[in-house]
């Protein structure tokens, strides 16, 4: 299996633009997770999804920052406008609900810097 | 309320040495509780899970962790430390409530391996 695959893995833009970060969860799994990781506040969890519905978005940090989940194989995490303190790596993370195993599997990460 | 501590920010061994990172968690149930690794610039690697039966589980890369219900702890160890252990260690909990596979994170634990 090819595991989580993030793109893309570096992004640099400028403040005001709008950043599009995408994720293929691994086939077969029904839950994602957008998790974003910084020095100060350590790894947050943004929104996740089950069956493609998202569950809980109480951990994205305004409006600016968007979700969607159109089918069982992709996902994007959309941030418009920018800003410098969006600063982060960005992780996505997928898991079998079903079966009681509950761990994550995460992605190599987005580094996204916005100057 | 459901939470993961791990005491130590920092650690620092000498390679050859032996490990023991901390874990406490506050779950109200029969927890299902994982470590994973983070090297540098990677995501985040399951190490080890425990969900039942034997306390003592091993895992990838040589560590094992021990779950002692009484004291709330799941302490990762390692009898003797590679200069390639230097990394992040996450220590995590789970399954929320709600029926999700959403986990809580530790904030980390970051190895440092002298040689």
């Known amino acids: 299996d090819a595991g989580v695959i993030q793109s893309p893995r570096h992004e640099v833009t400028e403040m005001g633009q709008e950043v599009t970060l995408r994720c293929k969860p691994i086939?077969?799994?029904?839950?994602l997770f957008w998790y974003r990781q910084t020095m100060m506040r350590g790894l947050e969890l943004l929104i996740y999804?089950?069956?493609?519905?998202?569950?809980?978005d109480s951990g994205m940090p305004e409006d600016r920052f968007s979700a969607k989940m159109p089918n069982a194989s992709f996902s994007t995490l959309k941030i418009q406008p920018s800003e410098p303190r969006d600063s982060a790596v960005y992780f996505c993370a997928s898991s079998l609900r079903e079966g009681g195993s509950y761990e994550q599997y995460f992605g190599p990460g987005t580094r996204l810097t916005v100057t | 309320a459901q939470s993961v501590t791990q005491p130590d920010i920092h650690i620092t061994v000498s390679e050859g040495a032996s490990l023991e990172l901390r874990c406490n968690y506050s779950?109200?149930?029969?927890?299902?509780l994982f470590w994973y690794v983070q090297s540098p610039g990677q995501g985040l690697q399951l190490l080890l899970k425990?969900?039942?039966?034997?306390?003592l589980v091993q895992g990838i890369k040589g560590f094992e962790a021990e779950f002692k219900r009484s004291q709330s702890s799941f302490n990762l160890r390692k009898p003797s430390v590679h200069w390639s252990d230097a990394a992040e260690y996450f220590c995590a909990v789970g399954p929320l409530s709600g029926g999700y596979n959403k986990l809580i994170f530790g904030a980390g634990t970051r190895l440092a391996v002298h040689p």
């Open positions: 086939s077969g799994h029904n839950s």
């Open positions: 999804f089950n069956n493609n519905v998202p569950i809980d």
């Open positions: 425990y969900f039942s039966g034997d306390t």
């Open positions: 779950y109200g149930a029969t927890p299902y």
